[in-house]
Nanobody, 126 residues
């Protein structure tokens, strides 16, 4: 059984940095991708970033490109999201997710991810 546990959320001032982690257990060795999504109050769940688990290729939404970095440690089965130059509009609950059998064309689609963490709150405010 796959379990994903996020950590690292919190309150940060605009322009600051924050790092998130997602510890995965039970992850199949041939998992296709893992991603970060977020949901702000009153808004739909939004793609943030994804990484091809084996190959390491990364993908970002336009809103975070250049500011956020997704990475993974396969030996530790851990996914990371380093967030720099944070803005108030980055405030949301951040979720990590695992896509076991995906394809590249749907890597940004939350509906193809089978496993989700419980989420961690990130608040960007002065």
């Amino acid at each position: 059984q796959v379990q994903l546990v996020e950590s690292g959320g919190g309150l940060v001032q605009p322009g600051g940095s924050l790092g998130l982690s997602c510890a995965a257990s039970g992850l199949p060795f041939n998992t296709y991708a893992m991603g970060w999504f977020r949901r702000a109050p009153g808004r739909e769940r939004e793609f943030v970033a994804a990484i091809r688990w084996a190959a390491g290729y990364t993908y970002y939404s336009d809103s975070v490109k250049g500011r956020f970095t997704i990475s993974r440690d396969r030996a530790k089965n851990t996914l990371y999201l380093q967030m720099n130059s944070l803005k108030p509009e980055d405030t949301a609950v951040y979720y990590c997710a695992a896509d076991r059998n995906g394809i590249l064309s749907t890597i940004r689609d939350p509906n193809v991810y089978e496993h989700w963490g419980q989420g961690t709150q990130v608040t960007v405010s002065a």
